[in-house]
């Protein structure tokens, strides 16, 4: 593999573009290879070389190092079959009877598997809102109580879109004995790099933005500590959450376009956002790009963009969210997110979303579609459903 020349550090857009290309030998392909091979040959005792691919195998090489590029991490990156399978990999990171700091909106799977953990090590879990510093650096090290071994961040958080002051918590993670593992996969590299701001790891959901296109689950751990690393990769091996070289190949063929999309997607978010805020169907607009958004200077200062997801509230309630759902055309409705296309959910209608997130709140991904074709449906999505609404109360 090639690797970008290293006198001046490239741009995120032209690492996404250059990293992980086999070398330019005569004749050499200019896109990696997906190697479909079990096993590989050896004998006599197995040295630094290919062995078994749930070990190791080449076609996970270039995305792992320009993923590590990305994110500034000094160690190639892990793949995983999963965002969920690096996470899993992550908790058991956490020491036994130790706590563990969660935000109560993350990931609604990151959340049962911090509670299955607690229940199968007796970790104790302690639920915090993540862009409160003083409650979160409150929680790492209560008088009485077990110390937190682990600071789970996320930011911003799914799909509350809370904004966590990254270098802050990873100082306090530090100083009180914990790592700090930030799940990046709202905001992407391009737009936030945790490493750089103290985190000791950095978790993907490369199914979402960095693959982009809806069409592969795959997941990624990032961190500069050889030791973290070491027992992230020995987790893997004997979990087995490997991702298939196929898969692999996609992401990284999806990984391509990465600035392009998000640039066009924040774009479009913004301009979204802005106009749903003035829209009479609509009682609330979530977005850190928004003024209104209670963590908006933050997200200013500490990212570089906003992201392309919003929350919208319809002003007719759960009923009015679930008619807009059912009167789009372009906007596809669908969980999951950073996909090429907009899509949108009423998040509630999983049993298990957490209650804190509101009955009626839509979480919206918006993509790369054209943005009035984008406002068009939604507008006339909203008007369909308040109209329906007022039909059926007369
Ligand atoms: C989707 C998602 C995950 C889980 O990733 P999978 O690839 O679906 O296993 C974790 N964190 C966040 C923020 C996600 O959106």
Redesign the pocket.
């Known amino acids: 593999m090639s690797t970008p020349p290293r006198s001046r550090r490239l741009a995120p857009a032209t690492v996404a573009v250059a990293g992980g290309r086999p070398p330019r030998d005569q004749g050499a392909p200019v896109n990696p290879p997906v190697v479909l091979s079990s096993t590989y040959t050896s004998t006599g005792e197995p040295g630094e070389d290919l062995l078994y691919a749930r070990y190791d195998t080449e076609t996970w090489w270039p995305l792992e190092q320009t993923l590590a590029t990305l994110e500034q991490a000094e160690l190639p990156g892990l793949v995983f079959s999963?965002?969920?399978?690096a996470?899993d990999a992550l908790l058991r990171l956490a020491e036994p009877r130790s706590a563990i700091v969660v935000p109560r909106h993350a990931?609604l799977?990151?959340l049962t598997a911090v509670r299955e953990q607690a229940d199968r090590e007796g970790t104790v879990v302690r639920e915090v809102d993540i862009a409160d510093t003083e409650q979160v650096v409150a929680a790492l090290r209560p008088a009485g109580e077990p110390a937190a071994s682990l600071l789970w961040v996320?930011s911003p958080t799914?799909p509350m879109l809370e904004v966590a002051d990254v270098p802050a918590l990873a100082a306090a993670a530090r100083e009180a004995g914990a790592l700090c593992v930030v799940?990046n996969?709202?905001a992407t590299p391009l737009v936030q790099r945790p490493l750089t701001q103290g985190a000791d790891v950095v978790v993907h959901?490369?199914?979402?933005h960095l693959a982009g296109h809806s069409d592969v689950?795959?997941?990624a751990a990032l961190t500069s500590d050889p030791e973290l690393r070491r027992r992230l990769h020995a987790r893997r091996t004997t979990g087995g959450a490997i991702p298939g070289p196929f898969e692999t190949w996609l992401a990284l063929r999806g990984l391509r376009t990465l600035a392009l999309r998000v640039e066009r997607a924040q774009a479009n978010a913004l301009e979204l956002a802005r106009r749903l805020a003035e829209h009479p169907a609509v009682a609330h607009v979530g977005h850190p790009g928004l003024p209104t958004h209670p963590q908006h200077e933050r997200a200013a200062a500490l990212m570089d963009g906003f992201g392309s997801i919003l929350t919208l509230r319809p002003a007719g309630g759960a009923a009015a969210a679930d008619a807009v759902t059912r009167n789009v055309d372009v906007w596809l409705p669908a969980t999951?997110?950073g996909g090429v296309e907009s899509s949108l959910e009423r998040r509630r209608r999983l049993a298990a979303e957490v209650p804190t997130v509101p009955e009626d709140l839509l979480r919206l991904s918006v993509g790369i579609e054209d943005v009035e074709d984008l406002w068009a449906d939604l507008d006339g999505a909203l008007e369909t459903a308040a109209r329906s609404l007022q039909a059926v109360s007369r």
């Open positions: 999963s965002g969920m399978g996470i990931y799977a990151t996320e799914n799940d996969t709202f959901s490369v199914t979402k689950v795959l997941g999951s997110l």
